[in-house]
């Protein structure tokens, strides 16, 4: 069976930096795979080429077979990908029902509201606010409506960035509740996570970048444990690599 997601050999460059160096990864369907690294180790740009935001400069992204690379991002979501960008980016102006509503367009009208009810069990809060802007939200609720504006689909891939940069430990552990809930559907997920060790624990198979290139790779729990890993931890309770 062909990977959800096989990249080749993927060159990214802003004018002349070269940010993304040859990167070549597997993403089999329904697993989850975490790519972690230092800032600015190119993880956000792989993810951006997936979604047709950056242009590749060589190289080539296979989705269940078919050639990504070249196609225009808004159809994305009509294959089945969807991708929560750093920073969320959440329609400030809409409430959270009409959010939902533009997650889920695709559906019909009865799908929708089943889907909705899904999401609203996922992420409780959600529904206690769901009349409230988006924009009067909390950063944690704005994380939880972007990952449910995208799971609302249904995708066949979820790519996940940075899903729990700056919030609450409490609200950093239900952002990784429901990422590791995930497991238990049919749902691919690539997720890039500044929290490496705990996205390293909940991952199957995991990447690690440095300056534009893939330097390690391994099972999750694997490297979890892994001094070339733990090392980069010592001195603090950083969780950058
Ligand atoms: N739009 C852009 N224009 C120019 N350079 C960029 C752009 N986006 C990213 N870069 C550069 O590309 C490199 C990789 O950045 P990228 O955001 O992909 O890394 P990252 O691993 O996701 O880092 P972070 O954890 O800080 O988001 C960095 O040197 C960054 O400065």
Redesign the pocket.
């Known amino acids: 069976m062909n990977p959800a997601l096989q990249i080749r050999d993927l060159v990214l460059a802003?004018?002349g930096?070269t940010?993304v160096k040859g990167v070549s990864l597997d993403v089999p369907a329904g697993k989850t795979v975490c790519l972690v690294?230092a800032?600015?180790?190119?993880?956000?740009?792989v993810m951006r080429a997936i979604s047709g935001l950056v242009k590749a400069k060589a190289g080539s992204i296979r989705y269940f077979g078919d050639e990504l690379t070249g196609r225009h991002p808004a159809g994305m979501a009509a294959r089945g990908i969807a991708h929560v960008p750093?920073g969320r980016e959440t329609f400030q102006r809409l409430s959270v029902e009409e959010s939902l509503r533009m997650g889920g367009f695709r559906l019909p009208r009865a799908e929708f509201g089943h889907r909705r009810d899904a999401m609203f069990e996922t992420f409780p809060r959600l529904k206690e606010r769901r009349t409230q802007l988006s924009g009067l939200l909390s950063g944690g609720e704005q994380q939880m409506l972007a990952m449910a504006r995208a799971l609302i689909s249904n995708p066949k891939l979820l790519l996940l960035d940075?899903p729990s940069m700056g919030l609450a430990p409490n609200i950093v552990d239900e952002v990784f509740q429901v990422i590791a809930d995930l497991r238990q559907t049919d749902t691919t997920v690539l997720l890039?996570e500044?929290n490496a060790l705990r996205a390293l624990e909940l991952a199957d198979y995991a990447y690690v970048?440095e300056t534009g290139s893939i330097v390690i790779e391994g099972e999750g729990r694997q490297l979890a444990n892994d001094p070339r890993i733990t090392t980069a931890y010592l001195g603090g309770e950083g969780d950058c690599l």
Not at 39 to 45: E, I, V
């Open positions: 802003y004018g930096i940010a690294g800032n600015g180790a190119g993880k956000t740009s750093e940075e890039v500044q970048m």
